[in-house]
């Protein structure tokens, strides 16, 4: 093609698509011998890559790896579990939380965070209780001997445990018990009315 | 009387030939024989079975002409360019287990032997750096890196001579003109499908596809200016 003549767009393509069917008939008979020992040493390379793996230090290797997953696993499951059991959400019971809950007027709705303190404030105060009554429980129970007429033998003491009883609850938590029990004032009052029917 | 011999074979034996599967058969066929004997207690030869290498040779043997094309308008010198065959074939038979199918198989081939080949050019430019001096048609180089002869791809696999010029300056174009032109004019792959293997749209590909006419046509002048100047001469 000499300079003047303009050669085409058509005529590159198909010089291209020329050469292109030129290099195919070219590479399929020129490199069978090459295609085969190729694809055998690509097979060799994926046998040897593969021996590798199933090499026994290597097979140890893995297992290591697999036992320090497992371990792994094992110690964030019982993390997990650990921490649930101490959540601060399962702290406090849920008579607590009902108890929290009927404090506020009808209507009213109180936030998580609120539930969670007032909660907590109550159970600290019912265990207290809890405590102190048992506490003044243990006593009473211990004299409870009683006679042949199913009295008890010592029958004036009952008041005093009773007393006792009810100043503990009354000092642990007042404003939950002396509207129930009493104030010590009425306790003695009480006591006083007990003697005069005892006398 | 017994039918094609393929069917009987698949009949008899309940596996179907490598000829008749596709890519992605051949590829489970591969993960298969993997999982079914890696890590045997035994194991000794090889942890593929017999049936996946065989699949696996069958995938080879399947996309080896192409590569070896791309390699051959890759890479000038013959030696380099089967060389860096080689390498890639090794490179995708080490990792077809690891193929997800996210794209498609060619595509992920190609990737491989574009990174492959890219290192085999760098090479190639250096030892041109190295030798200024020679004519660019005869620097080559062997497997050490030796300058030597009469040993490029278009001579051995008898190109003709027009064909062996156009082939050596599709070489020089850019890169993605250069890959435009491999599939869809060496390869003969429609605009569409070779947008799909190089991983860009069609209107890319035709734009890559115009501007690398231009540059041959320029070359072509040039050649032909050339040529008339000699002749007055």
Request: contains cysteine.
């Amino acid at each position: 093609v000499s300079k003047d003549e303009n050669i085409s767009d058509e005529q590159i393509m198909q010089a291209l698509r020329d050469c292109g069917e030129d290099l195919r008939r070219g590479t399929e008979s020129r490199l069978s011998r090459h295609r085969r020992a190729a694809v055998s040493a690509a097979l060799e390379e994926m046998s040897s890559a593969a021996e590798v793996d199933t090499n026994p230090k290597n097979r140890d290797g893995i297992l290591f790896r697999s036992l320090m997953q497992s371990a792994a696993v094992c110690t964030v499951v019982l993390g997990g579990v650990l921490l649930f059991q101490h959540s601060p959400f399962e702290a406090i019971p849920q008579p607590a939380r009902d108890v929290a809950r009927t404090m506020l007027p009808s209507g009213e709705s109180m936030s998580p965070q609120q539930e969670e303190i007032e909660a907590a404030d109550i159970d600290g105060e019912l265990t207290d209780a809890y405590a102190g009554l048992s506490a003044a429980a243990d006593p009473l129970f211990a004299e409870d001997e009683t006679d042949s007429d199913g009295f008890s033998k010592e029958s004036g003491d009952d008041f005093d445990g009773q007393h006792e009883e009810a100043s503990v609850l009354t000092a642990l938590a007042p404003d939950y018990y002396s509207l129930e029990v009493g104030s010590p004032a009425d306790f003695r009052q009480l006591e006083d009315q007990n003697d005069e029917y005892s006398a | 009387v017994f039918g094609d011999a393929q069917t009987v074979s698949e009949e008899l034996t309940g596996l179907k030939p490598f000829g008749n599967m596709t890519d992605a058969e051949l590829i489970a066929e591969i993960r298969q024989g993997r999982s079914a004997s890696a890590f045997r207690p035994g194991a000794s030869a090889s942890a593929y079975s017999e049936r996946s290498r065989q699949a696996l040779g069958e995938l080879l043997n399947r996309h080896y002409a192409w590569l070896a094309r791309l390699c051959l308008m890759e890479i000038r010198e013959q030696t380099a360019a089967l060389d860096c065959l080689q390498e890639i074939m090794l490179e995708i038979a080490k990792s077809i287990s690891r193929f997800d199918g996210r794209s498609a198989l060619r595509t992920w081939m190609f990737v491989i032997a574009k990174r492959v080949s890219a290192r085999y050019r760098s090479k190639e430019r250096q030892l041109q750096d190295r030798f200024p001096l020679g004519k660019e048609d005869d620097v080559s180089m062997n497997d050490a890196g030796m300058r030597t002869e009469g040993d490029d791809a278009e001579e051995q696999l008898l190109l003709s001579e027009r064909n062996r010029r156009l082939l050596g300056l599709s070489r020089m174009l850019p890169e993605k003109q250069r890959y435009a032109v491999f599939f869809h004019y060496f390869e003969d792959l429609s605009v569409e499908e070779t947008a799909e293997r190089i991983g860009c749209s069609a209107g890319t590909v035709k734009v890559h596809l115009f501007r690398a006419r231009e540059s041959l046509r320029r070359f072509f002048d040039d050649e032909a200016e050339k040529v008339q100047r000699e002749g007055r001469s």
